[in-house]
């Protein structure tokens, strides 16, 4: 069979990935070890979070799938961070493990042009340093002009539990054992990486009464910048608080060397940001507790996840430990936590567009890049779908900077940074989050998502209206004067004595002023979220300004290309390490070069008069 | 890879002996052709070794050639410095031969520069050491080695880990909402944290201030009505220094007399022209002029005869220099006072005879306490000493004071850390750890040549 773009793997990378491919118009197969675990949830039952809450809004603003989907598929939602600014605000789902993959298979379904085929690859047919093609285990042959690698945690992976390892992926499935070799023998560098999961838990069994609820938020939200809320606010399940104690830490600390991460018996690198249990405990030693939470699974299946406990401890000191927690003491644990390695690629063998520098029109995304994480993954399926597409059609790619999206920021991260365990997005890698927010993903990113096609008409007029309205609430506050006589009880309580008529944009701009104390006033009524951006936009804009002289100071240093031709032994002056890291990142520009680690202010210095000196302008020799 | 450089290190045609130093992967060899002696390539590293400079069998000098081999050197190079006997002609002859075999004339700073790309000092360090190379008095000296040795930059690393600090914990409470048990970082907490860090940078500011006064010494400006004895002042302070006089003639201050140290630090004591009305154009010009260094002076000693009464043109004089440090010196304490003193606008009234001589320690002691140079000695010497370095102390501290007023106001943490990143910032390219283009370029082009 032959098709344009083939993608293997179709967890949340390779959903995205293959929408992406299908709805620009070219022919698309999703190559899957198993139907039934599409887009699967195999840890956290989780959507969202900080960072990643806003980075689901990017991939919905682009056009991608997880939005729309999480917002039919969940169980609870609530707003993070509300108690604090704008800029880290951010939507958390609980996922409902069901009917989440239902729903993203219903999407994939509904498109023409793909074809969802049940196999696992185990070679890939590359000629001439491009990729051609895949063989699967039962030596069926696909032909294909471009391919996007979505493999997760199913490179070589091993689980372990205690002492005790098998090499299967998550749910007992069979792992890929001679893709990595074969991506090996290639020249792709290889390193080994580890993830854990936590025990989930017999809901019957757990004494509710000791434990302190956490609710949904009474605000309904949706992901979906399409969407309206469909859910009923009263109606969404409970997670629950749960605590560690001194006893807990005793078991875990007497039984540490059973612990396959702290026995030897594995060799991958953890995330520093998503610490096994044990690893709390040892390396926060003077730390009395530590806090869980029992999330629900699905409404289909009695089933609770006991965040923030995960652990590669046998089984019977699992048991002892979820026992000496307060509430869980005859807690039946249906499934035992276990840690997971695998392969992943390193990310500096990779392009922005998430090609490989090795092999022509070969994309990865997800895991294999050394991320972790549903929406790191997802947000890459959809940049290497998109890209892959654009190469096929003879386009530039996609490649979002710094100020524009967190996409951008993790993007940029992996092929400047690389990584050396598995990368989680947070606020605070954003340089520029204060315009990276929630709230403006569509005003960010929309247009681009319109232009490759994954946005419609009708999406695109919704972004027009948004635009439209922003400016007319802008007029409308700057034109609209409130004077001492009319103010109204609101206004009162924070500024009690107003001397003189003010227009409403000023009296905005005061911090203890709020925009619906001003809503009586104004001309017409405008949609809730347009409120909100204006607010910010009108209160924030001395620090939104700051934040753009600081973007312009980066594009201008972006706009200065590295030649791909330099050769940095010429260079000299160079310290030895900046010149071996700028050997293997082969930045493209001297922003990006800025961001090496390893690469000093003198050393940016030294390249830019070396640049100036044997270069032109335009980048010639 | 990295070229050979050379060049003198000493200043030219004063002095018995002069340095021509060499920095470089060849210098070594290079310097090993042109010497007459033991084989240079072979000895150990830190020696000092005797023989000539010969060129074409020529015996151009007797040296001595210290050989210092890499990493542990001033530029991490190999390097090579030649004492040789000092005169120009000899010290050109050695630099020539260099230049010939293939070692480059040194760049503006270029030892220094090496020693910065290589790792060996930071940016303040690299300031220091140009301070040291012309500090004139042993407290200079002192102030310059503390820099150079890095103290400067601790400081300034102590403040950015205390920011840095704000931030982790910050980026904590927005990352990792609903992780209870960590501390939240309120605006009340921020406020505290970031009073210590405003605190921290005032004081740096404050004693940058002496810094100055350290590195430049004080602009002593002495004026009077011809006869009124302000030579005799002048020609005393000198006197009692001789040793130490420096004639500046030729430079742009023209006008200055000489220099003499007071409790460690330099004084330059500035002559005026006379200061009256005039119609005669050529003297109009001289006393303009004059005014205006009185302006800018930082000290004037006014001199007065206690046997006058105080002009107008005296009076207005002092009113023009109403916002300078003064010290009304009135001399001829012996003969009868005239002087009518309720018209004198100055805290600092000293009676003197310059002929018996008095009254000359009071003064001195008077400009101590003024300045507070008795104190300048016991501090630690941490000064910011360019306008590079205040200015971007400056650019941190607002910063800082800009999220002190946000977390007063309650502007969202996330904003503040905005500031936080800022403040941050600036300290970090006082030390060179913050790209800015420039930079370098600027900095170094400030050093003399061969240092």
Redesign the interface.
């Known amino acids: 069979m032959k098709y344009d773009i083939i993608v293997v793997g179709a967890g949340h990378a390779g959903c995205e990935a293959a929408y992406a491919s299908s709805k620009q118009g070219l022919k698309t197969a999703l190559i899957t070890a198993n139907i039934k675990n599409i887009a699967d949830m195999p840890c956290n039952p989780s959507i969202g979070g900080t960072a990643k809450g806003i980075v689901v809004r990017e991939i919905d603003a682009l056009g991608g799938l997880m939005g729309r989907v999480a917002d039919i598929s969940h169980l609870q939602i609530k707003m993070l961070n509300s108690g604090k600014g704008p800029a880290v605000k951010s939507l958390r789902a609980q996922g409902d493990k069901i009917k989440y993959p239902e729903n993203m298979l219903a999407e994939l379904n509904k498109l023409s042009n793909l074809d969802i085929i049940e196999a696992l690859v185990e070679d890939l047919i590359v000629d001439s340093a491009t990729i051609k093609g895949v063989i699967t285990s039962d030596e069926k042959t696909y032909i294909c002009d471009a391919l996007i690698l979505t493999t997760g945690t199913y490179l070589k992976s091993k689980i372990l539990i205690g002492d005790t390892s098998k090499n299967e992926g998550p749910h007992g499935e069979t792992s890929a054992k001679h893709l990595s070799d074969r991506l090996a023998s290639l020249g792709f560098e290889l390193q080994r990486l580890k993830t854990g999961t936590p025990q989930r838990l017999d809901p019957k069994t757990i004494d509710y009464s000791r434990l302190q609820e956490e609710k949904g938020d009474e605000t309904p939200w949706t992901f979906s910048f399409d969407l309206e809320p469909t859910y009923d606010v009263a109606k969404q399940h409970k997670c629950y608080l749960v605590y560690t104690n001194a006893k807990t830490h005793e078991i875990i600390r007497n039984n540490l060397t059973k612990s396959a991460m702290y026995g030897g018996y594995a060799e991958g690198i953890g995330p520093r940001y998503c610490p096994s249990i044990e690893d709390k405990v040892v390396r926060f030693a003077d730390k009395e507790r530590h806090q869980l939470f029992l999330e629900p699974e699905s409404a289909f299946y009695p089933d609770l996840y006991l965040q923030g406990f995960s652990t590669s401890m046998p089984i019977d000191v699992q048991e002892q430990m979820v026992h000496s927690l307060e509430g869980l003491e005859n807690a039946k644990i249906l499934k035992y936590a276990y840690a997971i390695e695998y392969d992943a690629i390193n990310p500096l063998q990779m392009n922005a567009s998430l090609e490989s520098k090795i092999v022509a029109n070969l994309y990865t995304a997800g895991q294999i890049n050394g991320t972790s994480g549903y929406e790191e993954a997802a947000c890459q399926g959809l940049i290497a779908g998109i890209n892959a597409g654009l190469k096929l059609k003879g386009k530039d790619p996609l490649i979002l900077k710094r100020n524009e999206a967190y996409i951008g920021v993790l993007i940029d991260d992996l092929v400047t940074k690389g990584t050396k365990e598995p990368y989680r997005l947070l606020t605070s890698r954003a340089e520029y989050r204060l315009i990276l927010r929630h709230d403006n993903a569509d005003l960010r990113l929309r247009e681009y998502g319109y232009k490759i096609g994954l946005i419609s008409e009708e999406q695109h007029e919704r972004l027009l209206t948004k635009r439209k309205n922003i400016e007319c609430l802008t007029e409308d506050l700057k034109n609209t004067k409130i004077h001492p006589q009319d103010i109204n009880d609101e206004i009162k309580s924070v500024i009690p004595n107003l001397n003189f008529g003010i227009s409403c944009l000023e009296l905005l701009k005061r911090p203890e002023i709020k925009i619906h104390y001003l809503i009586q006033y104004l001309k017409k009524e405008y949609p809730k979220d347009i409120y909100e951006i204006v607010e910010i936009a009108i209160k924030y804009e001395g620090y939104i300004a700051k934040t753009n002289r600081e973007v312009e100071k980066m594009l201008k240093l972006e706009s200065k290309q590295i030649p791909e031709d330099i050769d940095y032994e010429k260079v000299q002056n160079l310290a030895s390490e900046a010149r071996q890291k700028l050997q293997s990142v082969r930045p493209k520009t001297i922003a990006q070069a800025t961001r090496i680690s390893g690469v000093n202010p003198a050393d940016i210095s030294i390249l830019t008069i070396y640049l100036k000196k044997y270069y032109s302008k335009d980048g010639k020799k | 890879?990295?070229?050979n450089i050379c060049a003198i290190s000493t200043s030219l045609g004063v002095g018995a002996i002069s340095i021509v130093r060499a920095s470089g992967p060849d210098v070594i060899n290079i310097v090993n052709g042109l010497f007459k002696g033991a084989d240079l390539t072979s000895v150990a590293t830190h020696t000092i070794n005797y023989g000539h400079i010969v060129d074409n069998n020529e015996i151009i000098d007797e040296v001595l050639v210290t050989i210092m081999r890499a990493p542990k050197t001033f530029t991490k190079e190999d390097v090579v410095e030649i004492n040789c006997h000092g005169g120009i002609s000899t010290t050109n002859k050695i630099l020539e031969l260099l230049i010939q075999k293939g070692i480059r004339l040194a760049g503006a700073g270029e030892f220094t520069k090496?020693a910065?790309?290589?790792?060996r000092i930071d940016l303040t360090q690299a300031e220091g050491v140009n301070d040291l190379i012309s500090a004139e008095t042993d407290l200079e000296r002192k102030y310059a080695m503390n820099r150079t040795l890095g103290n400067l930059s601790k400081l300034i690393i102590d403040n950015r880990q205390i920011i840095v600090n704000i931030?982790a914990k910050l980026?904590v409470?927005?990352?990792?909402?609903?992780?209870?048990?960590n501390i939240d970082m309120t605006h009340e907490l921020v406020l505290k944290e970031l009073s210590t860090v405003k605190n921290n940078l005032e004081e740096l500011l404050a004693t940058s201030q002496d810094g100055k006064i350290i590195k430049n010494g004080i602009d002593v400006a002495i004026i009077g009505k011809p006869n009124v004895g302000k030579s005799s002042i002048l020609n005393h302070l000198l006197d009692e220094n001789k040793a130490i006089v420096t004639d500046i003639a030729g430079t742009t201050r023209d006008i200055v007399e000489g220099t003499i140290t007071l409790a460690g630090i330099k004084l330059n004591l500035i002559d005026t022209a006379g200061i009256r009305s005039t119609n005669d154009v050529v003297e109009q010009i001289g006393v303009n002029k004059s005014l205006e260094i009185l302006q800018n002076a930082d000290l004037v000693i006014y001199v007065l005869n206690n046997n006058e009464p105080v002009t107008k043109e005296e009076l207005e004089l002092l009113a023009s220099i109403k916002n300078v440090q003064k010290i009304v010196f009135i001399n001829k304490n012996d003969l009868p006072s005239k002087i009518n003193l309720d018209l004198i606008e100055c805290n600092t009234i000293i009676y003197g005879n310059t002929i018996t001589p008095n009254g000359l320690q009071d003064l001195k002691n008077q400009i101590i306490s003024l300045f507070k140079l008795d104190l300048i000695k016991e501090k630690n010497y941490n000064f910011l000493s360019n306008a590079r370095q205040i200015a971007l102390v400056n650019a941190s501290l607002e910063r800082i004071k800009d999220g002190i007023q946000g977390a007063k106001?309650?502007?969202?943490?996330?904003?503040i850390a905005?500031d936080l990143?800022?403040a941050y910032d600036a300290l970090g390219e006082i030390i060179?750890?913050?790209?800015?283009?420039e930079?370098?370029?600027e900095l170094f082009s400030k050093f003399c040549l061969g240092k």
Request: aromatic content about 10%; cysteine-free.
């Open positions: 890879m990295n070229e090496k910065y790309l290589n790792g931030q980026a409470n927005f990352d990792y909402p609903e992780e209870m048990d106001d309650g502007i969202p943490l996330e904003m905005e990143k800022e060179g750890v913050t790209y800015k283009d930079l370098l370029d």
